[in-house]
């Protein structure tokens, strides 16, 4: 299968500050996404983005599929920022799997 | 409204017991997906279906049952062959090759 890695596993911020997540996958994908899990558990589509890069507010993303990597860059964060981000990917020609990184753990204290 | 409707939220089951998750969805989507994830832990691939009549088993699927009779549903069954059934389940669907996978709000489902 394919490796997704994400790091850091841990993050610690104040509000206000910026912030850059990674991902990184072992070999070529169809997609990539990233969600964001809230406190009841609940993931949120926060990006589709195969490769080049999209802006959400004050999220925004980045992929670099021919080196195999992905960035979310939140800045300002707010305290509703925290939670667990995730990286994942569909590899195959058909509809395939969708192979998750492990996670970031973002907390962002007032 | 379009989405991924999992029932119930929370479950409770005697140990022993075999028990059915619900995943519906309204999406018009071809693959759906069933993930487990424990305290602190990533998500971790049970079963995942990407057509009618068909499926196919992830990283954990020992202990787990599923069919796909119909297009919107993929209904999960944690027989009593799984060890540490207490976790927090998530279903998820996708549409064509590699296009956007959408979650359901998930199942928490505690044996004791």
């Known amino acids: 299968g394919i490796q997704v890695e994400q790091s850091p596993p841990d993050l610690i911020l104040q509000e206000g500050a910026n912030s850059t997540l990674r991902c990184n996958f072992s070999d070529s994908v169809n997609n990539l996404q990233w969600f964001h899990q809230n406190p009841w558990g609940q993931l949120i589509n926060l990006f589709y983005i195969p490769s080049g890069t999209k802006q959400n507010g004050r999220l925004s993303a980045t992929t670099v599929a021919t080196e195999r990597y992905s960035l979310l860059y939140i800045s300002s964060s707010q305290t509703t920022d925290s939670g667990v981000y995730f990286c994942?990917?569909?590899?195959?020609?058909?509809?395939?799997?969708?192979?998750f990184g492990r996670g970031t753990q973002l907390t962002v204290w007032p | 409204d379009g989405g991924i409707t999992q029932s119930p939220k929370y479950l409770f089951r005697k140990e022993g017991q075999n028990v059915t998750l619900s995943c519906e969805q309204n999406l018009n989507h071809d693959a759906m997906y069933w993930y487990r994830q424990d305290p602190g832990q990533g998500l971790r691939l049970i079963y995942y279906?990407?057509?009618?009549?068909?499926?196919q088993k992830g990283d954990i699927a020992e202990g787990y049952s599923v069919s796909r009779e119909k297009k919107e549903s993929f209904p999960l069954t944690v027989t009593s062959a799984q060890k540490n059934p207490t976790a927090f389940y998530l279903c998820a669907s996708a549409g064509g090759t590699g296009t956007e996978a959408f979650f359901g709000q998930g199942t928490r489902l505690t044996v004791v």
């Open positions: 994942a990917v569909f590899r195959g020609s058909t509809l395939g799997r969708l192979y």
């Open positions: 279906s990407q057509i009618v009549n068909d499926f």
